[in-house]
C-alpha cells in the first residue's frame, strides 16, 4: 500500500508542508542571530539570576576559547556534560558548539558502571560536572579517555552573595558535595577566565557536523549514542516554529524548564526553541521538590511549560498549585510518555489550558507528531506528523498498513538521526534501506491523518493470544479519583501465557483492591482487566519522570 497523507488536509491555519533551513548553516547561525537581536533580554533565568542573550553569547565564546586555547581540543572532539538545570549547562552547550565540538549530555545521576560506559564509548576528552557528582566521575576518570575536568558549583554563576551561600550551604552545612579528589581539575568560573583572555577563533560548523550524541534511556539493552546533527536540530526548530506559527510572541516568551536539559525533550523543546524565539528559560534545578517547584511557579511569569505526564500529575496534586497565575500561559505540552486522559482533564479544569500531546524520541530530536495548536480539548492522540515529516504504520514484513490498523510507527524526515555512534548494525535495524526510523511504537493512524500510540511492542502483553496494550489499562484505572498513579505490566501465567498486573499508588488510602477490580469490570473486557493489583508508595521512574515498567515486570518474577 502506498503512503497516504491525510494529515496535509488536517492543520488549521494551512501549516506548511515544508521548512526551508537554507538560511542557516548550523545551530550557531540561529543562536547569533538571537543574541545580536535580543542581546539585552534575558535568555535563562535561575534562581533569581538572570543572563541576557548578550550574556550568554560572552559566556559561550569564553567557555569554547578556553576548550581551543587551553585544552587544545580540536573540532569534533568530544565534551561531555553531567549536571541538573543550572545557568553553566547553556553557557557550556553553546560553548561547546562553537567550538566546533559535540556536546555528550551525561545524566548526574549516572552510576558508576553507566558513566564508564558513557565516557567511553563517546570518547570525550573533557567533561563538566557538578561537584555533587565528581566523586563518581573520580572512580570511573583512569579507566577513559578525559583529559580534563571542569567541577562546577550550584551557585557559581548565580549573583553575589546568593551564589555563595548557596554553595557554601550545599557544601558544609547539608553536606550534599561528597569528597573526590581529581587531580589537575579546574573550577568552571577559573574556565571562563582563562578562556577570556584570548580571543575565540572562528571555527566553521555546517549542518552535517554532530552537533550531540544523545544517549538513549538504556531500559533495555546497551545504552547508544544517537547522533544528531546541526541539521538534524535545526530542522527540530523550525519545525517547532512552524507548528507553533502566530501563537508566539518573540522577545516576550517564558517557558518553564523542569525536564533536564540532558533530556532530549527539554534540550529541543525548551533551550533551543524558545532560544530562537528570544525567550527566556527558567530553569528549575530540582523538580522532584515540589513543594518548591510551585513557589517558584507562584513568583514567576511564563507563557508556557513542557513535562510528562507524572510532572504534570505530581504539580496537580501539590497544594498551592491552583493559586497559581496562568493568564500567561497559552501553551502545556506533554510528551515522553503517554498523557493519561484524567490528568490532562484535570490540567485543563486547573489552568484553563489544554494539555497538547506531542510525540518524539532521541533518534527524531525529538518532535515528529504534534497536535495542532489551539486544539480545545485533549484528544488521545499524539497528533499529526509536523512539516517535513512523514509517518506511517508497517507491519513485521515492513509493509504499510490502512487506516485504522495497528502496527510499527515509521518515521521519515530531516530531525531523523544520522545514527547510533559506531554501532552500524544497530543503525541498520532501526532505519530501513528507504529512510524510514523503526520507533519500535505500535500506533494507528484515523482517517484525519491523527496517529494514536497503542503502546510500545515490549510492552505490549499478550494474554492468552489477544494483545493488551498498558496504556489503556492504566488510562482507565487513572480516571478513578482515589487513584494517584498506576502502572500495567504483563506477569508470566500458566494458563494464559501472561497476565495483566497493575501497581497502583493511593490518593485516598481507603481504596481496595475490590474496588479497584469493580470498576475494570465496568470498563474493561475480560482478558483486559488485571489479575493481580499491588499497592506501592511510589512507582520507579527514570530521571525525567518517565515509568520503568521493566523494574515492574522484573519484582513480578
Known sequence: MSLQKPWLDSYPNGVPEQIDISQYQSILSVLDQVCEKYSDKPGFASFGT???????????????????????????????LMMPNLLQYPIAIFGVLRAGMTVVNTNPMYTARELKHQLVDSGASAIVVLENFAHTVAEVLPETGIKKVLVTGVGDLLKFPKGAIINFMLRHVKKQVPAFKIAGAIGFREALAQGAKTPCPEVVVSLDDIAFLQYTGGTTGVAKGAMLTHRNL?????????????????????????????????????????????????????????????????????T??????????????????????????????????????????????????????AYGLTETSPAACMNPMGLAEFNGAIGLPISSTDACVKNEEGEILATGEVGELCIKGPQVMA???????????????????????????????FFYIVDRKKDMILV?????????????????????????????????????????????????????????????????????????????????????????????K
Open 304 to 357: 508556557a511549560i513542557t513535562g510528562v505526564n507524572t510532572l504534570f500529575n505530581g504539580l496537580l496534586n501539590t497544594p498551592g498549585f491552583d493559586q497559581i497565575d496562568f493568564s500567561s500561559m497559552h501553551l502545556s505540552l506533554g510528551g515522553g510518555m503517554a498523557v493519561q486522559r484524567a490528568v490532562a482533564e484535570r490540567w485543563k479544569k486547573v489552568t484553563g489550558v489544554t494539555l497538547i500531546e
Open 419 to 449: 545514527g547510533y555512534w559506531q554501532r552500524p548494525a544497530d543503525t541498520a535495524q532501526v532505519i530501513d534501506r528507504d529512510g524510514w526510523l523503526h520507533t519500535g511504537d505500535m500506533a494507528r493512524m484515523d482517517e484525519k491523518g
Open 234 to 302: 535545526v530542522s527540530n526548530m523550525e519545525q517547532s516554529c512552524t507548528w507553533l506559527g502566530k501563537n508566539i510572541t518573540y522577545g516576550e516568551e517564558a517557558i518553564i524548564t523542569a525536564l533536564p536539559l540532558y533530556h532530549i525533550f527539554a534540550l529541543t523543546a525548551n533551550c533551543l526553541v524558545f532560544m530562537k524565539f528570544g525567550g527566556v528559560n527558567h530553569l528549575i534545578a530540582n523538580p522532584r521538590d515540589m513543594a518548591g517547584f510551585v513557589k517558584t511557579l507562584q513568583n514567576t511569569r511564563f
Open 50 to 80: 538572570q543572563l541576557s542573550y548578550g550574556e550568554v553569547e560572552r559566556l559561550s565564546r569564553q567557555f569554547a576559547s578556553y576548550l581551543i586555547n587551553g585544552l587544545k581540543l580540536k573540532k569534533g572532539d568530544r565534551v561531555a
Open 464 to 556: 492468552s493470544g489477544f494483545n493488551v496494550y498498558p496504556n489503556e489499562i492504566e488510562d482507565v484505572i487513572a480516571q478513578m479519583p482515589e487513584v494517584l498513579e498506576v502502572a500495567a505490566v504483563g506477569v508470566p501465567d500458566d494458563k494464559s501465557g501472561e497476565a495483566v498486573k497493575v501497581v497502583v499508588v493511593k490518593k485516598n488510602p481507603d481504596l481496595t483492591v475490590e474496588q479497584i477490580k469493580a470498576y475494570c469490570r465496568e470498563n474493561l473486557t475480560g482478558y483486559k482487566q488485571p489479575r493481580y493489583i499491588e499497592f506501592r508508595n511510589e512507582l520507579p521512574k527514570s530521571n525525567v519522570g518517565k515509568i520503568l515498567r521493566r523494574e515492574l515486570r522484573e519484582s513480578a
